[in-house]
T-cell receptor, first 112, second 113 residues
Framework: ELKVEQNPLFLSMQEGKNYTIYCNYSTTSDRLYWYRQDPGKSLESLFVLLSNGAVKQEGRLMASLDTKARLSTLHITAAVHDLSATYFC????????????FGKGTKLSVKP | DAGITQSPRHKVTETGTPVTLRCHQTENHRYMYWYRQDPGHGLRLIHYSYGVKDTDKGEVSDGYSVSRSKTEDFLLTLESATSSQTSVYFCAPQGREVQYEQYFGPGTRLTVT
């Protein structure tokens, strides 16, 4: 059974600081996704990582994938308040279903 | 994704009543998924569909059924609502590109009293 673990689950940061969110998964998977969710809102796709060594960047966020270690990271550079949200990683469950297996999410709070 | 709507957006219902949630998409996606989101659990798959009249169970399907009579509509029914089904429900059609990205609808907040 595929399991996805994120850590930390809660993260309080100061503006301007850097930090990394980790996403570990238990079995081989072809695709890894990062989503952002604001309170009371839906999930917004941030990154899709398809291969070992993939790195994608958008603004202050950078995501990477190491399929051998079964690890993805979401790195936050010089955090700003607008990045406050809950971040989910999700892994392709494989097989014919095509569903996503989600981590429990990391609630990020960026304080001035 | 602007092409995904869910209805109703909010609903309060009593234990034991049937409830149907609707997901409508305009992009002709073949695969569609229903997830529920609960604090501390992330999102969990309830049911999914891989085409008209083709559906299958997910991780937490007990107490739920689905139907898909048209490509654009995917219905989720709680046959007899229970308090444990109080949750936020998201529909997610899946794109056809190589990324197989799932696009989430706005969600339905359901409260069972």
């Amino acid at each position: 059974e595929l399991k996805v673990e994120q850590n930390p689950l809660f993260l309080s940061m100061q503006e301007g600081k850097n930090y990394t969110i980790y996403c570990n998964y238990s079995t081989t998977s072809d695709r890894l996704y990062w989503y952002r969710q604001d309170p009371g809102k839906s999930l917004e796709s941030l990154f899709v990582l398809l291969s070992n060594g993939a790195v994608k960047q958008e603004g202050r966020l950078m995501a990477s994938l190491d399929t051998k270690a079964r690890l993805s990271t979401l790195h936050i550079t010089a955090a700003v308040h607008d990045l406050s949200a809950t971040y989910f990683c999700a892994v392709d469950g494989g097989g014919s279903q095509g569903n996503l297996i989600f981590g429990k999410g990391t609630k990020l709070s960026v304080k001035p | 994704d602007a092409g995904i709507t869910q209805s109703p957006r909010h609903k309060v219902t009593e234990t034991g009543t049937p409830v149907t949630l609707r997901c409508h998409q305009t992009e002709n996606h073949r695969y569609m998924y229903w997830y529920r989101q609960d604090p501390g659990h992330g999102l969990r798959l309830i049911h999914y569909s891989y085409g008209v009249k083709d559906t299958d169970k997910g991780e937490v399907s007990d107490g739920y059924s689905v139907s898909r009579s048209k490509t654009e509509d995917f219905l989720l029914t709680l046959e007899s609502a229970t308090s444990s089904q109080t949750s936020v429900y998201f529909c997610a059609p899946q794109g056809r590109e190589v990324q197989y990205e799932q696009y989430f609808g706005p969600g339905t907040r359901l409260t069972v009293t």
